[in-house]
């Protein structure tokens, strides 16, 4: 199978990026507001300034760091069947969405997210195909604080079967999530073996790791379970105003992530996702845009060149409607991505500012359209079909012919994509796409229904997390 | 003689350097303190500010002549006078407790300061007793709120409650990527705006009614 691949930067490229970052992660260090970590830098040998706060890390810790990460890794589900390896050759889809906003795609009306809203994008999460794995939908504001991110995990867990990817923001917060986590699995070696979640941590551009984000990464590390390090530096306003020097500033965040993560725990298993934004010079808001995915794309050349999995966006867009922009911005974004095969490719859910149920039904379809795209095509005798042709020869047709009969049904075949004539359109109602995917989320919503936790694991876990609020609130 | 104009454009120009340079000339050359503050520095920010209502000028551009027309001021702070620089207002700025997301809010302060306030930022990760005492201090018109993390941005509630049950007469904004006008309202913010550019229009507006 010949399979469309980009690769842009070239080997003198990745290296120069690679040793700018070490030599960033030497001169100019990182600092890490967690004395644990400084405390596991220093011991393998980094220069630590507890003051400050500062840490200088020497090459040969990020090299040995590279050596210890696990190059392939699982990422499991509540039901084995949704169970998939990160191993560089294929992509799996994660349902991001934008807390704590929720978008109407059809009116744009922009509102906080319930603790109903979250449940529902879980719904239909669960029941949508190309969907592998999910991040917390919304924010339920009712929720304090200290509970949020473990009331997450807990809604995420009891409302699909898939692998929830969530925040972690304190170690405490970290310790009752893999709690839970293992109770349903079946113990702290059962979810070492079947991670069914992880988390992601984000660093605080330029160069800063935030000292509760950190310290639950470690409990995390310890736990078997896997990290997301997910800097996000903004070119011209969190790093350097050129695609290159913000690619370095990322790197250098990843890096020295990880070098707390193999420290805390040799062997931890770690995920680069290398998001890159660029600036609206007039505001000072992020944006997406050409320049981020470029910046993301040559970032996991350098992670394949690290042998590491990445995780990436690829459906973004910063329209507020279901209009033609959400359309191009996440098709644009998404087929390049593809081309790469990221580990994991993120967005589906995601419009402008906040989440939008009803898009993840559209992502869903760009995605399957996409993936045929990279899927490729064959070339062989049978493909071809000499016999075929020169059988209907000149001015016939195909339609009859038994080897169109074997193959037609490969062809792409859309499920909401409308690609009837004008009549048919019409007959059914003139709808747009938007109204289209409304309709068939309503009709997940009233016939879909998650598996439930079985009642006595749901039981112990109710225990956790009334424990937890004893303790946290 | 230093010509205020250069001042001036130096400011437009973002010059840090040239900008402390000729200021410390021209009050060597003993011209009149406030004939540099007006006539160089304010009328240069006066300038980034029309460009950048023009869509001229964005965002790095605004900050370093901003940061500009502050150091020019360091010069001459010594020798100024109570009354001889007219303050658009009082604010005190900080990151709501328990985030510590910095950039945001330093960026505001900034940018305000370029506007003509007295900027006190208390930094990240402050509870409401800080910006209560630290307002007190000032006398200030206005408190602003940063918080990014849906975490922390429920802390801002607590802020505006202490700094109401201390009676002071300070205004308060709020602003951060989760925050909108809704959330303001709901735990009563006198102001939001969402970004950095728009916070001086909001702060001036605040601080006049």
């Known amino acids: ?21 070490l ?6 260090g990182i600092k890490v507001m967690s004395e644990q970590a400084l405390g596991l830098l220093k011991k393998a040998g980094a220069k630590v300034d507890y003051a400050s706060n500062h840490v200088s890390i020497p090459g040969k810790l990020v090299e040995e760091a590279l050596e210890m990460a696990p190059k392939t890794m699982k990422y499991c589900g509540r039901n084995p069947k949704y169970d998939f390896v990160l191993n560089k050759q294929e992509t799996h889809f994660l349902a991001t969405a934008n807390p704590p906003l929720m978008i109407d795609g059809e009116t744009g009306e922009c509102r906080y997210s319930t603790a109903e809203d979250i449940v529902q994008c879980l719904v239909v999460a669960d029941y949508l195909n190309h969907v592998d794995l999910v991040w917390p939908f919304g924010t339920d504001l009712n929720v304090p604080g200290p509970m949020l991110h473990i009331v997450d995990m807990y809604t995420a867990l009891c409302n699909t079967e898939k692998h929830f990817e969530g925040d972690t923001v304190t170690a405490e917060e970290a310790q009752y999530q893999l709690e839970i986590a293992a109770t349903i699995v079946g113990g702290r070696e059962e979810l070492k073996k079947r ?6 941590i984000c660093t605080i551009s330029p160069l800063v790791f935030d000292k509760g984000m950190t310290e639950a990464s470690i409990e995390y590390a310890r736990a078997g379970v896997p990290v997301v390090i997910y800097p996000m530096p903004a070119a011209g306003q969190l790093s350097p105003a050129t695609l290159a020097g913000t690619m370095v500033v990322n790197a250098v965040e990843f890096l020295g992530g990880l070098v707390i993560q193999e420290l805390a725990s040799s062997g931890a298993p770690v995920v680069w996702a ?24 040559g970032l996991a050349q350098l992670a394949r060149h690290y042998g590491l999995p990445t995780q990436r966006g690829g459906l973004g867009s910063s329209s507020k409607l279901l209009d033609a ?8 974004s998404l087929i390049p991505s593809l081309l790469l095969t990221p580990d994991i490719a993120g967005g589906i859910g995601m419009l402008g500012p906040g989440t939008c149920l009803e898009t993840m039904v559209i992502d869903n379809e760009i995605i399957d359209y996409a993936l045929r795209y990279v899927e490729g095509l064959e070339v062989n005798d049978d ?9 209907v020869g000149p001015g016939g047709h195909f339609l009859g012919e038994k080897h169109t009969l074997q193959h037609f049904r490969e062809g792409w075949m859309p499920e909401i994509t409308d690609m009837e004539t004008f009549e048919i359109w019409e007959k059914k109602g003139s709808k747009s796409i938007a109204q289209v995917a409304k309709e068939k989320t309503k009709e997940i919503l009233a016939t879909h229904k998650v598996v439930p936790i079985p009642e006595d694991v749901q039981k112990e876990v109710s225990r956790i997390m009334k424990r937890a609020e004893a303790e946290l609130l | ?8 454009d130096s400011v437009i120009g973002g010059e840090v350097d040239d900008v402390v340079e000729m200021v410390r000339k021209a009050v060597d050359e003993g011209q009149s303190v406030k004939r540099i503050l007006a006539e160089g520095l304010i009328s240069g920010m006066g300038i980034v500010g029309d460009k950048y209502e023009k869509g001229d000028f964005f965002l790095p551009e605004m900050v370093i002549a901003a940061t500009a027309m502050k150091a020019g001021l360091k010069v001459l702070s010594p020798m100024l006078k109570p009354g001889d620089v007219e303050s658009a207002g009082t604010v005190v700025l900080g990151t709501a407790k328990g985030d510590i997301h910095d950039i945001g809010k330093s960026i505001v302060g900034t940018m305000l300061e370029g506007a003509g306030f007295m900027v006190t930022d208390i930094g990240v990760d402050a509870g409401p007793d800080k910006f209560v005492e630290t307002a007190k201090e000032n006398n200030a018109d206005l408190i602003g709120i940063s918080a990014l993390l849906t975490t922390t941005m429920v802390g801002m509630e607590d802020v505006i409650k202490a700094v109401k049950e201390a009676g002071l007469k300070a205004r308060v904004m709020i602003g951060g990527a989760s925050v909108t006008q809704e959330f303001a309202d709901k735990v009563g913010a006198d102001g939001y705006a969402p970004d950095a550019p728009s916070a001086v229009g909001k702060a001036k507006e605040l601080v006049k009614s």
């Open chain 2, 1 to 8: 003689m230093v010509d205020l104009t250069k001042i001036k």
């Open chain 1, 195 to 200: 991670p069914i979640i992880s988390t992601v």
């Open chain 1, 23 to 28: 030599k960033v992660l030497e001169r100019t």
């Open chain 1, 325 to 332: 922009q959400a359309g191009y911005q996440k098709a644009v």
């Open chain 1, 383 to 391: 493909t071809l079909a000499l016999d075929v042709i020169d059988n």
């Open chain 1, 1 to 21: 199978m010949s399979k469309p691949r980009i690769s842009f930067l070239s080997q003198n490229e990745i290296e120069a990026i690679h040793n700018a970052s």
């Open chain 1, 274 to 297: 290398p998001s890159c934004g660029t600036v609206n010079f007039k505001t000072g808001r992020r944006k997406w845009g050409p320049e981020s995915s470029l910046m993301s794309l």
